[in-house]
């Protein structure tokens, strides 16, 4: 009985379901236990403190600032970023800026200034003004990091009281012997314009604005009007352009409706009232200005009437290094209008508005914010132009005073290397003893040719084929002149039988013998800075 009880017990079917329990039971005993997500301990630096908090791991520095307390301000600065995920033993650092607003009043100083006044004998002395102090307001922003100032800065200036400047009056009258000159002398001086008529001796003011810039100073062909250019009143604006009427003791002004000349307007030969002039556009980047290359006209009346006429040129680009600009310069005849560019010297037809190029440059590379243009002028019988030639390479420091013939496109280099800015000026048409009409030219020689665009040049003269060349002016071994316009005498003095040449030295106004280069001093201020004689 018993043996059957143990062949049912182990049975095979019995003891595979036995040893199936069994692991079963062996596996479940084997399963991992449930792990809980662990802990991170980081420190936190702010407000002079330091604090650790305990942190789930994967935790951002938000979270941590937000578990100590730590509140933040806009400006404050917190090292690692708030994105930042922590781990063990992470530092935040939490820096606390602060900025603060000071407005300060600082006293604007006067200046001392000098007015020289050829009116006044050598040595007189008057206060013409009182000098006062301004005031100025200043906004300084200040950081602080931690309460410790990092950094001061002004961010507003603001002028609550222009400073009055002390002006003193100074005479510099010396005793020049005065003599007589033919036609008037106009002369810019400290930025109001005067005449010299007579005799050197008679002067008077005809502007007295004190805003003539230079740009433009020009007799009309009887010298009864001056035309000038101003600075600008408004920001937009370069400068306008205007003419004073120099009839009787009060000069009239007229305004001439016309902005932004910068490199020509002159009166037409034969007309009082009608002017050409050519515009810029002004540019916040050197050199000021793009120019416009373009050529119009205009007439106006005594009583301030203007009236534009249709333009001869319209905008253009100028040819190479246009933005520059072009200049003119009016035939005899006021016909035609020689024209000078960087690249190319010819002439416009006044009725047709074409332009006929009669010599091809080499444009001087300056590797500057300027460009190079040459001084261009006709021959008194309008047959010939005469101007500095450039035909060498771009870098090229050879510069040929040149005479062009306008009926053709030939050119003869009558003077070598006189330098780039030589300007040369013809003189009126005088009777030779054979009873032929001549002219010579006036011209300024560079002192050392291949520096032309920083040397001093020297004022010489010579026939109109180039013949006859002598220097003139100042004496060798003297400092040389600036580059200028020089203005030849309408007519001989009176006591003596050639003509004379009025010129800017040391900002001085002298008149120079052209036959014998005798030189007188004018005027002793010092103030000189634009010549013209009709």
Request: charged fraction near 20%; include cysteine.
């Amino acid at each position: 009985m018993l043996d059957d009880v143990w062949v049912k017990l182990y049975h095979p079917h019995l003891v595979n379901f036995l040893l199936l329990l069994g692991s079963i039971s062996f596996l479940v005993g084997c399963t991992a236990p449930e792990i809980t997500q662990g802990q991170i301990e980081v420190s936190i630096s702010a407000d002079g403190e330091e604090v650790d908090v305990q942190l789930p791991a994967g935790s951002t520095v938000e979270a941590a600032l937000s578990a100590a307390g730590v509140l933040l301000d806009t400006l404050d600065r917190i090292d690692p970023p708030l994105y930042t995920v922590l781990s063990e033993g992470s530092k935040v650092k939490v820096v606390r800026i602060r900025e603060e607003f000071i407005v300060e009043q600082v006293v604007v100083p006067y200046e001392f200034q000098l007015v020289r006044n050829e009116s006044l004998p050598e040595g007189d002395e008057y206060w013409l003004q009182v000098g006062e102090n301004g005031l100025q307001e200043i906004t300084v922003r200040r950081m602080f990091e931690n309460g410790e100032e990092v950094s001061s800065s002004v961010i507003k200036s603001v002028i609550v009281k222009e400073a009055l400047p002390q002006i003193k009056m100074v005479g510099v009258q010396k005793p020049f012997a005065p003599f007589s000159i033919p036609g008037r002398i106009a002369y810019l001086s400290d930025g109001k314009a005067w005449i010299m008529e007579g005799t050197t001796g008679n002067r008077r003011q005809v502007v007295t604005t004190g805003d003539l810039d230079g740009r433009v100073f020009s007799l009309s062909p009887d010298g009864e009007w001056l035309l000038f250019t101003r600075h600008a009143e408004d920001e937009e604006n370069i400068n306008t352009l205007w003419a004073a009427s120099l009839a009787g003791d009060e000069s009239a002004l007229v305004d001439l409706q016309v902005a932004n000349v910068v490199h020509f307007a002159d009166w037409k030969p034969g007309s009082v009232f009608t002017v050409a002039y050519s515009t810029v556009e002004p540019r916040p980047a050197a050199p000021g200005w793009q120019a416009n290359n373009d050529l119009g006209l205009l007439t106006f009346s005594a009583t301030g009437f203007v009236r534009r006429l249709p333009l001869v040129l319209g905008s253009s680009s100028g040819g190479v290094y246009g933005w520059w600009g072009t200049t003119f310069a009016w035939a005899p005849d006021g016909l035609s209008l020689a024209y000078a560019r960087p690249d190319e010297v010819g002439v416009v037809d006044l009725l047709s508005g074409s332009q006929t190029p009669l010599l091809e440059l080499a444009p001087l590379q300056t590797f500057g914010d300027w460009a190079w243009v040459p001084g261009i002028t006709w021959g008194p019988e309008g047959s010939f132009l005469y101007t500095v030639a450039h035909l060498a390479l771009s870098e090229s420091q050879q510069f040929d005073l040149a005479v062009i013939r306008t009926s053709g496109d030939d050119s003869i280099a009558i003077s070598p290397q006189v330098g780039m800015f030589a300007y040369p000026v013809p003189s009126p048409l005088q009777e030779l003893p054979s009873g032929e009409s001549a002219h010579q030219i006036a011209y300024l020689q560079a002192i050392y040719p291949s520096q032309s665009d920083s040397s001093r040049y020297r004022l010489e003269v010579m026939d109109r084929d180039g013949s006859n060349r002598r220097a003139l002016f100042p004496a060798e071994g003297a400092s040389g002149l600036d580059p200028q316009r020089v203005a030849w005498s309408p007519q001989a003095l009176d006591d003596r039988t050639g003509y004379s040449l009025a010129v800017i030295y040391q900002n001085n106004l002298w008149l120079v013998d052209a036959t014998t280069g005798e030189a007188w001093q004018i005027t002793g201020d010092g103030l000189i800075s634009r010549i013209d004689w009709r």
